[in-house]
């Protein structure tokens, strides 16, 4: 089955700085590769996703790229502020009704 | 949409006895996934069903975990007897064919 592996598992950066997060995958059919951030006591929630047919994605400060050779994405905070402090999952998938494999997360910290 | 219903919100219960997890989805959705999450483990996927047919159980930890899908608009999940072990949060997310979870708010289970 698909293995997900994710790094750093925490991450602290000054307010203002990029945090990028880093995830592999195993699967060379996994087509679908979605971020959850989870705010502490929350429920996990999706931010950004990015399918197979595209190798880069934005949406204002968050930024998800994805290399389908080395079988590894990843996602990219800028200007961060301190809402963003939370833990990040990414994972992956071959899409339609299959499940969807996480990653062990990264808890990132971002210091005013 | 009131979104994946999860209930209850917490369960405090005594070793040994039945616990019962209640979960509505997303109507429209046909995906349903229970997922427990410990800071040991991250989130694991326990159990996931297609248009409320079990596909996956192979994450069910040992035979006093079932699941249930009676209807397209509820689920079960049972754990008896109950052990400390098992204290966790638990998830149901709910998704479309697009793949795209919803979760659920989580119960928060502690077994004493």
């Known amino acids: 089955g698909e293995n997900v592996e994710q790094h750093p598992s925490t991450l602290s950066v000054q307010e203002g700085d990029s945090a990028v997060i880093k995830c592999t995958y195993s699967?060379?059919?996994?087509?679908?590769f979605p971020w959850y951030k989870q705010e502490l006591g929350k429920r996990p929630q999706l931010i950004i996703d990015?399918?197979?047919?595209?190798g880069e994605k934005k949406d204002q400060r968050i930024a998800v790229t994805l290399n389908k050779t080395a079988k590894h994405f990843s996602l990219h905070i800028t200007e961060t502020q301190p809402e963003d402090s939370a833990v990040y999952f990414c994972?992956?998938?071959?899409?339609?009704?299959?499940?969807?494999?996480f990653g062990t997360g990264t808890k990132l910290q971002v210091i005013p | 949409d009131a979104g994946v219903i999860q209930s209850p919100r917490h369960e405090v219960t005594e070793m040994g006895q039945e616990v019962t997890l209640r979960c509505k989805p997303i109507?429209?959705?046909?995906?349903l996934f229970w997922y427990r999450q410990t800071m040991m483990r991250g989130l694991e996927l326990l159990i996931y069903?297609?248009?409320?047919?079990?596909?996956?159980d192979s994450g069910m930890p040992e035979d006093r975990f079932s699941a249930k899908m009676p209807n397209a608009s509820f689920s079960t999940l049972k754990i008896q007897p109950s052990e400390p072990r098992d204290s966790a949060v638990y998830f149901c997310a709910s998704s479309p064919r697009t793949g795209v979870y919803t979760f659920g708010s989580g119960t928060r289970l502690t077994v004493v």
């Open positions: 994972a992956a998938s071959t899409g339609g009704y299959q499940k969807v494999t």
């Open positions: 990015i399918r197979s047919n595209v």
């Open positions: 699967d060379s059919a996994s087509n679908y």
């Open positions: 069903f297609n248009n409320n047919v079990p596909i996956d």
């Open positions: 109507s429209g959705h046909n995906s």
